[in-house]
Antibody, heavy 115, light 107 residues
């Protein structure tokens, strides 16, 4: 059974940093691209970033480019999202999502950016 | 970037009704289109992938169609558990983009 478990969310002040983690199990992690998708309170879904399954290729939404960094550790079956210079508009539930087809989603972790 | 225009943004319908939601892509995306259902406080659930393929375990009253730039999700006979928000997603090219969502409410 595919499982994705996010952690690392919480309350952070504007301009602060936070690192999210996503522990994956139930599939061959290294064989799949992995994404982060977020949802602000009461708003729609927004794709944030992807890390390819090989060749270390990454991509970001314009709204986070230069502030967020995605990475993965295939030996630990874990995906990360390092978030810096956080803004109030980054407040959202962050979901870890498997594959370019977005077939499996984690339960999400809430990030709140507020003073 | 590819823009996804989803309509309507909200609608009300009755149990048993046939409902169609549409998504238009700003450029061709072949069949790289998925539909998700989200209920309040829950994780989005994929219903349709590759524009018209039904996700395993999803009731057959859900169907998807389209290719290129025009897509639709149809629920043939609404059930009480179908009242939710629906999103389309293009995953033809990065950045992936979602439609703005359709909130389906009980009439």
């Amino acid at each position: 059974e595919v499982q994705l478990l996010e952690s690392g969310g919480g309350l952070v002040q504007p301009g602060g940093s936070l690192r999210l983690s996503c522990a994956a199990s139930g599939f061959t992690f290294s064989s799949y691209a992995m994404n982060w998708v977020r949802q602000a309170p009461g708003k729609g879904l927004e794709w944030v970033s992807v890390f390819s399954r090989s060749d270390d290729w990454t991509s970001y939404a314009d709204s986070v480019k230069g502030r967020f960094a995605i990475s993965r550790d295939n030996s630990k079956n874990t995906l990360y999202l390092q978030m810096s210079n956080l803004r109030a508009e980054d407040t959202a539930v962050y979901y870890c999502v498997k594959d370019g087809w977005l077939d499996y989603w984690g339960q999400g972790t809430l990030v709140t950016v507020s003073s | 970037d590819i823009q996804m225009t989803q309509s309507p943004s909200a609608m009300s319908a009755s149990v048993g009704d046939r409902v169609t939601i549409t998504c238009r892509a700003s450029q061709g995306i072949s069949n790289y289109l998925a539909w998700f259902q989200q209920k309040p406080g829950k994780v989005p659930k994929r219903l349709i992938y590759a524009a018209s393929s039904l996700q395993s375990g999803v009731p057959s009253r859900f169907s998807g169609s389209g290719s290129g730039t025009e897509f639709s999700l149809t629920i043939s006979s609404l059930q009480p558990e179908d009242f939710a928000t629906y999103y389309c997603l293009q995953h033809n090219s990065y950045p992936y983009t979602f439609g703005q969502g359709t909130k389906l409410e009980i009439k």
